[in-house]
Nanobody, 123 residues
Framework: VQLQASGGGLVQAGGSLRLSCAAS????????MGWFRQAPGKEREYVAA???????YYTDVGKGRFTISRDNAKNTVDLEINSLEPEDTAVYYC??????????????????WGKGTLVTVSS
């Protein structure tokens, strides 16, 4: 079972990025899928998730400039980030968990992690 994130890179403040996560090894159609991020020297924090049925949840971190979406047929989940800020610099990890209670997710209870993709925002 693998979750492979991509789409990170170096971008100027105010720009946009679209991160993508592809799942392989099994179908995640019944799983919630989401994104976390970890900035240098900080704990991994929850950004957003989407249920198998398409219900989305955003933490305070993810509200406003982040949009999560998924394609069950392709086993992918995307995270679009607009109006990027230097504070968004982090490694972004995709995650999967068998749970409809998206608000209860935390870095400590995720079942599957991707390897992460680095987003660097220059000022």
């Amino acid at each position: 079972v693998q979750l492979q994130a991509s789409g990170g890179g170096l971008v100027q403040a105010g720009g946009s990025l679209r991160l993508s996560c592809a799942a392989s090894g099994r179908s995640f159609s019944g799983y919630g899928m989401g994104w976390f991020r970890q900035a240098p020297g900080k704990e991994r924090e929850y950004v957003a998730a989407v249920s198998s049925g398409g219900t989305t949840y955003y933490t305070d971190v993810g509200k406003g400039r982040f949009t999560i979406s998924r394609d069950n047929a392709k086993n992918t989940v995307d995270l679009e980030i607009n109006s990027l800020e230097p504070e968004d610099t982090a490694v972004y990890y995709c995650a999967a968990k068998w749970s409809y209670r998206l608000s209860t997710w935390s870095a400590k209870n995720i079942e599957y992690w991707g390897k992460g993709t680095l987003v660097t925002v220059s000022s």
